[in-house]
């Protein structure tokens, strides 16, 4: 492995059937780009998820089993159990408070695990895996094979940017952007040092991810903290029991990211970000 980079979108997708408005589908997802490598064989993995952190664990572990594990995934005798790596990534918190959390994972466009049934975005992923260098082009490539086969689909996507991960074999730079109604925290930090590359890809998907998921409860806190301000909601409910779990998953997630800080030579850049509520 030369130089690794992955690269997540958070993206909005629209599949809107011209001939009947009441089957038009809207999707929000995260959509993680994994190119993994080993000796001659090549797979192209993509993660969908609900939730930006969800996405980046799950990536943290698919690149640690495909490099310390068994290698290329379709070349297995006994295939990886995704369900149970999903499960292994759901923090207690998202387990009690999200619903409406879900993943589906991709080799070489095919599906190989979905949490939730997902028929368009498994047929987007096909063609998105004819056009690696050009995600853009699977969808008006889709729109068109839809149209072929009689079916009417319009197709709308936005993307934007959450984190691009570069590794140039003597240090590491990630890129996060965490985007809100109010302001965005951009922020990039750079690893040097640590035993191994491959801990070192992986510690920087994590400690993304942690980042990411405690900008995300500072919005959420200073959300139900207003709310209560005002005299919306109240004191011992559930939200104000949701807002005191939020504060301490924060703390915990901090305490991960200093223990990775720990392994490695770190720099921010403008600065470290600040998700505690003073």
Not at 5 to 23: C, N, W
Not at 37 to 48: C, G, M, N, Y
Not at 185 to 199: A, E, K, M, V
Request: net charge neutral; aromatic share 10%; with cysteine.
């Amino acid at each position: 492995m030369s130089s690794f980079q992955a690269s997540l979108l958070r993206e909005k997708i629209t599949f809107t059937d011209e001939t009947d408005d009441s089957k038009s589908v809207s999707i929000r997802s995260n959509r993680l780009s994994l190119t993994l490598s080993k000796a001659t064989l090549s797979e192209q993995i993509v993660i969908r998820c609900q939730n930006i952190h969800g996405a980046l664990r799950m990536g943290a572990k698919t690149f640690l089993n495909f490099y310390r594990g068994g290698g290329p995934f379709s070349q297995r005798p006994e295939p990886h159990n995704w369900e149970r790596q999903w499960l292994s990534v759901i923090s207690d918190y998202d387990e009690r408070y999200n619903d409406s959390n879900w993943v589906s994972v991709y080799i070489n466009g095919n599906c190989v695990f979905s949490s939730k049934k997902m028929t368009y975005l498994g047929i987007l992923e096909q063609y998105a895996n004819l056009h690696k260098d050009n995600y853009e082009n699977s969808i008006g490539t889709m729109e068109q094979a839809l149209k072929e086969t009689g079916k009417a689909i319009k197709i709308d996507n936005s993307t934007s940017v959450a984190t691009v991960l570069t590794d140039e074999v003597d240090f590491l730079r990630c890129g996060v952007i965490h985007r809100t109604t109010a302001r965005d925290t951009i922020f990039n930090f750079l690893l040097n040092g640590g035993d191994t590359r491959t801990n070192r890809i992986s510690h920087a998907f994590l400690m993304a991810s942690n980042f990411l998921e405690a900008l995300n409860l500072r919005y959420l806190i200073l959300n139900i903290s207003d709310r209560i301000d005002r005299g919306e909601l109240f004191l011992k409910s559930k939200e104000d029991r949701k807002m005191h779990e939020a504060t301490r998953r924060q703390g915990d997630l901090n305490r991960e990211i200093r223990e990775y800080e720990a392994l490695y030579s770190v720099r921010f850049r403008p600065e470290r970000p600040e998700f505690f509520i003073d």
